[in-house]
């Protein structure tokens, strides 16, 4: 007998069903995460609570809420609500279900249709839906995890209002899995122990998903050790067993999270790609959000690499996509292809020293008035003060170059971007050598011309 039917008996805590559909809310009180939808005076929430509910689909990643709410708008409607799964109906019983709902629709009853996993349905059997949402017979609501925009046919889908659900907070999951400890639809009947970093671990390791981390929780409660006081205690050697995994070291919000990316950015800023894939993966592993290294990575492409490899940044952010959209584990390897790039690409950081020397003038000389020649003068008043005057439109020039200042006077002689010279920013520092020589007057040869321009040798 395991400790879950042990302790509290099946009857008392409903064992025999999952957690995650034991502890599902029932009212929108009981529900957490998607604020920006279901938060005091959204959109979503209104019309759930005024019994409004228009043809919807919900999008999101697994386990962020959809059937929940689908869920929460059937205990609240005074429509007939009807759950279909697009895994196991056809088109025959659609057209039943159809054809009971225009039976109601002629006697002034309202039906509602939970679709789930619709992006399952073929083209044909999604036809089957358009006439009857049309016509106002039933009013469909379709959950999927894939972009509608692809998924659902375009004459459904224009009749839908797409709601995009987000993955779950690690705050939500915490929330959720303390409810599910205390509330006697989960385990408030057993005197559980289990710690505020134990919840927090669970939370780091489920992604986002509400249902992965229930079911971790729960089978950690099913293997839970017992304390001296008798109590069972889920512990960090009891999660390690349950997720097959001796990982939870690592802390997304503590020191070790902090230490491990430090260690990630400095492998790549010294071009050691292999003890950068390391801590790479010390990180996935641990559970750390793909995001927050593909953000890390998109930062790195331009304070380390810059102009020396423009192509660095272009990359980081297309893997920054690919986390968005894939999710781990899939993209994982992503972030290795993008780690190593970067461990490997030339290195300059005058992008990061180029504004900071500019911040420090601004804080230092916060007031310095924009020169007159370069200002805007959309009125009569302000050309008659100057505004503009004195001003060189560089397409004018033959050279495509004024020899204006366009900095405030007393930083006329300041210089922020200071390149480093390697890679392809060695061609941008033979560029920019070339348009200051001529801009200071150093050389009359037009900069834009010039062999240095083009990053030959003079």
């Keep these: 007998m395991s400790l879950i039917e042990g302790v509290a008996g099946e009857e008392a805590i409903g064992a025999s ?56 708008i059937a205990n609240v409607t005074k429509a007939e609500f009807i759950n279909y799964s697009a895994v196991t109906g056809g088109i025959k019983e659609i057209k039943e279900i159809m054809a009971r709902a225009e039976s109601g629709r002629r006697v002034g009853l309202r039906t509602v249709l ?74 408030g009947k057993i005197n559980l122990e289990v710690s505020p970093e134990i919840l927090g671990k669970i939370a780091d390791l489920s992604n986002g998903d509400a249902r992965n981390a229930l079911g971790t929780f729960e089978t950690a409660v099913a293997n839970a050790a017992f304390g001296s006081d008798g109590r069972p205690v889920i512990t960090d050697e009891v999660l390690e067993q349950v997720v097959g995994r001796k990982n939870l070291i690592y802390d997304k919000t503590g020191e070790e999270h902090y230490n491990i990316i430090s260690a990630l950015h400095k492998s790549m800023r010294n071009s050691d790609p292999d003890a950068a894939v390391y801590w790479l993966a010390r990180m996935l592993e641990g559970g750390e959000d793909p995001l927050y290294i593909a953000r890390r990575c998109v930062r790195f492409a331009s304070e380390d690499v810059g102009l020396a490899d423009p192509n660095a940044l272009l990359l980081a952010n297309a893997v920054w996509n690919s986390c968005h959209n894939l999710g781990v584990p899939e993209c994982n390897v992503h972030l290795t292809q993008i780690v190593i790039y970067l461990s490997l690409a030339p290195k300059s950081n005058a992008m ?107």
């Design 352 to 458: 990061e020293e180029a504004y900071l020397r500019a911040a420090h003038d601004v804080h230092e000389r916060m007031a310095e008035p924009v020169p007159m020649h370069i200002r805007n003068a959309p009125t009569r008043l302000m050309k008659e003060l100057d505004y503009g005057k004195g001003y060189t439109y560089a397409h004018d020039e033959k050279e495509k170059i004024a020899r204006m200042p366009c900095l405030p006077e007393s930083l006329a002689s300041r210089r922020y971007y200071t390149p480093a010279g390697l890679g392809r920013e060695e061609v941008f520092k033979a560029r920019l050598a070339a348009v200051r020589d001529w801009r200071e007057g150093r050389t009359d040869e037009p900069p834009f011309t010039s062999q240095a321009y083009r990053g030959k040798a003079k």
């Design 114 to 187: 939970f679709v789930d996993e619709i992006h399952r349905f073929n083209k044909a059997q999604q036809d089957a839906f358009l006439p009857f949402v049309e016509k106002g017979s039933i009013v469909l609501i379709g959950a999927t995890t894939e972009n509608p925009s692809f998924e659902v046919n375009s004459a459904l889908l224009s009749r839908c209002k797409v709601f995009v659900l987000k993955a779950l907070s690690r705050e939500d999951i915490v929330s959720l899995l303390s409810r599910a400890a205390k509330d006697e639809r989960g385990f």
């Design 17 to 72: 069903e999952p957690l995650a559909a034991r502890l599902r809310p029932r009212e929108l009180s009981e529900f957490v995460g998607q604020e920006h939808l279901v938060g005091e005076g959204r959109i979503l929430r209104q019309m759930i609570e005024k019994d409004m509910i228009p043809s919807m689909i919900l999008w999101g990643p697994p386990g962020v809420g959809k059937t929940t709410l689908a869920n929460v």
